[in-house]
């Protein structure tokens, strides 16, 4: 009797595990909608942030400010952005705030980042390509190896899939002779060979140490940036820019974010005057050009629009729309205390995620134990408890489990 008693619990846990995974899944399919926030750009002419509305609204242009726009005033108020169109009409600025319009500069100052937590929740192969930083033709080819960089750096021909020890043993002496620790706790580049030119890796070593990784001219250029020991690096993204100001974006574990400069031979960071971000959960896009970058970030709660002025990457304007409410959360609130997902919208790993929203949910809980205490009949006092006591923990998963697995009561006895 009692080997039919855990099988039944078994079973009925089992049950429980799909129903908290497979109702939740099947409202929230039914009832989530993304939210849909306006295209904000910083206007350079008028030192507003200016939004593009997308939902279906008369006012769509309009300033931070609630100043509605016609789309000629639009476009002749972002002449940064819409270049071309203002070029071809003939209505381009030749400068603004005293300063020149040259559209070479426009072109190499250009910055477009995003970042998602995707980028850095995401499964990585380990094997990447070291370009020559400074090829012979113009532009870059193909070395015809991969490295990976753990334990040891290794070299492996592509064609043969056999180390290339010669090549392995050059780098791992150089890093060794740089300081560099094993084994490596992450590696970031860009593996794009249509890349404008190639300034290798960036590497953070067992000893939290950022180490610069390229080649040139065939040997190995290893060198530590030396970052300021209050920066604890998290993620790097390397973003070969035009025009060779930096090498890309730093986060660091408290969610700042910084650019990485060349500065005489020495690394130089540069922090974005934005609030820290939650790197496993927000996300952030940058477009700049040669005075503003316009930064977005958006959250669970709302997305902030920040100006930095792009010299300094200090704050010049700031907005903050809110969220708005999603059926879906209304319905987790008041019904779901807890639900279990496998896969994570921020993580491309599939694992069992355990996501908790609000107290006043466990009020459904209580109501559904006290159906379970009361109103059904014919049921032995023991079993009344067990099954209000599991309702109350485990909300309706626990009900429609119990529901499918029938009575028991003979099962568990009084």
Known sequence: MKNKETIYVLVLLFVTLVALWGIPELVKTATYSNNRYPFVYFSST??????????????????????????????????????????????????????????????????????????KNTPNPGLYILYESLPKKAKLES?????????????????????????????????????????????????????????????????????????????????????????????????????????????????????????????K???????????????????????????????DKGKHFYALQTETLKKVRYAYIEAAINKWDAIAGNFFPFYLTFKDKHSEYIAPHLHFTTYTAWIANVLLAALFLFLFPGRAKKKKIFDSIYTLIFGIAGAVALIVTGERENKIKN
């Open 269 to 299: 960071t540069v922090q974005l005057d934005i609030d820290p971000i939650r790197l496993d959960a927000d996300e952030l896009m940058i477009i700049g050009n040669f005075l503003y970058w316009t930064v977005a970030v958006q959250t």
């Open 143 to 267: 070395p015809g190896d991969l490295f990976r960089l753990k334990n040891k750096i290794e070299f492996i021909d592509a064609a043969s899939n056999r180390v290339n020890k010669q090549k392995s043993e050059l780098f791992q002496t150089a890093l060794l002779k740089a300081g560099y620790t094993f084994p490596a706790q992450w590696t970031s580049g860009n593996l794009n060979i249509r890349k404008p030119y190639d300034e290798g890796y960036f590497s953070l070593d067992a000893q939290g140490q950022l180490y610069h990784i390229k080649m040139v001219n065939g040997r190995p250029f290893i060198k530590n940036t030396q970052l300021d020991p209050q920066i604890e690096p998290a993620f790097f993204a390397m973003e070969e820019v035009a025009d060779k100001r930096f090498y890309g974006f730093l986060f660091d574990k408290k969610g700042r974010c910084y650019i990485l400069e060349a500065d005489g031979g020495k690394y």
């Open 46 to 119: 008028e030192k507003k942030l200016l939004f593009k509305e997308f939902d279906g609204r008369e006012n769509a242009l309009h300033d931070d400010e609630g100043k509605v726009y016609t789309d000629k005033e639009y476009d002749a108020a972002l002449p940064l952005l819409n270049f071309r169109q203002l070029t071809v009409n003939g209505e381009m600025p030749d400068s603004i705030d005293g300063i020149a319009i040259d559209p070479r500069e426009l072109r190499v100052k250009q910055v477009n980042f995003r970042y998602g937590p995707l980028n």
